[in-house]
Structure formats: C-alpha cells, structure tokens
C-alpha cells in the first residue's frame, strides 16, 4: 500500500507502483513513473517524463529529471531513464536528456549517488558505480560498471570512464580513463592500475598483473601504437580483461590520461 504524505503534491499523469512512500513537501510532476519499492523523501522534487524503476531510495532535497542546463534545450520533451536499487543522497541533481545528444539519460542498476552529486544530460551511467560527494559529471558522459569517482571529481563533457576505474579526491578528467585504472590530481593524471579494488571484487593476482603490464606498455609508455599494441598481444589473447582493456583504448576519441 503506498504511503504518500499529505503536504505531497503528486501530478495527476504520475504513475506509482502501489507500494511506494512519498515523504512531505515532495512535488512529483508529469510524466513521472516509479515502480514498486520506491522510497522518495522530503522536499525531493521528480519532473518528468521519467522512468524509475524499483526500490530506489531518494533522499531529501535532491532534483532528478528536470529539464537540461544547456542552452540550446527549447523544452522538448526528453527523457530520464533510471533503473533499480539505486540510492541518490542529499541534494543530488539528475537531468533529462537533449535532442542533439540523443534525447535520454540513462542510469542502470544499484548505483551510489553521495550527496551534492550531478549527473547531467544524455549522461550514461551503467551499474553498481559510486559517485563520492560532490562528484559531478558534464553533459555526455560515459560511466561504466564498478567505477569509483572520488570526492569532488570533476569531468569533462563527452568524457569516457571505464569499468572498474577509480578517480582521487578533486580529480580533474578531462580525457577518457581506460577501464581498472586510477587516475588523480587537477591534471587528471594515470597512477596505475586500481589493484585494491580489482581485489575487493575478485579479480586473480595474475590477471591484476596483466593488467599492469598492459599498463606500462600502452599508458606509462611513449612510443608508436602499433608497437605498442603489438606488443600486449601475447597478454590479450591469455586475459579477456586485458583485451577490453587495449580495446578501449584503441576506440578513444578523446584521448586517454596518461
């Protein structure tokens, strides 16, 4: 049985599952759809159209689905779209999507947002990603399963981050992060590859030294590519992970950090 408090203002159009819970002062506008499970706090404002999926849980003050900060925006109708098991905390920002980027922002599943966090239009988020407080994102940006974004990171529209990667505190990206790699500092510079976190999730010690090893070849050297990536072919047929990890950096368009 939803419980939806009385000082809440729910739009007509909204669609909510039969269990959700909707806390005081909560405005959920038009076009707005959650599924079952959802727990919206205090003083959070939902604007549509956006999907949300199940058992979600927002916390108060947060923004997620108003319209883009881009200028070029002339209110068209663009979308939010939000999986499930996600936690946005105090005074997260997410906004819809444009029509020259593709019409959507997308998040997946079970993803972190810590307070003061923005997602910003036709962003990508994939799954189980955490966004550290004040971790904000630029229009078009890709985040990838298992990153880790630190306090106060900042990135740069159009910006790649791969699966796994991991950005210090005040990190600056302004170019593609190759997937398990760290990156820190206002330049947004490469610190090897994330060993403590490829082994809090299970990755083997010779798959992690692989890793390494593709590191230094493509990211701490200087040199041409093609030697380069000549040289990691023995590593990429042995280790999938270093295949996707060479992959990636061959399809940047951006450039990788370094």
Known sequence: MSVIHKTAIVHADAELAGDVEIGP????GEGVKL?????????VVLNGPMTMGANNRVFQFCSIGEAPQDLKYADEPT???IGSGNTFREYSTVN?????????TRIGNDNL????????HDCVIANSVIFSNAAQIAGHVEVLDFAI?????????????????FT????????DVPPYVSVAGSQGK????????????GFGEDVIAALYKAYKVLVHRRGPRDAALEEVQTLCAEFPEVQRFTDFIVQSERGIVR
């Open 25 to 28: 002062y909560t405005v959920i």
């Open 35 to 43: 599924g079952g499970g959802c727990r919206v706090g205090p003083h």
């Open 79 to 81: 979308l939010l779209e």
């Open 96 to 104: 819809r999507g444009t029509v020259g980027g593709g019409g959507v």
């Open 113 to 120: 947002f810590m307070g003061y966090t923005h997602v910003a």
């Open 149 to 165: 974004l630190g306090g106060f990171t900042k990135v740069h529209q159009f910006t790649h981050l791969g699966e796994h990667c």
């Open 168 to 175: 210090g505190i005040s990190t600056v990206v302004t170019r």
């Open 190 to 201: 490469a610190y090897g590859i994330n060993k403590n976190g490829l082994r809090r999730r």
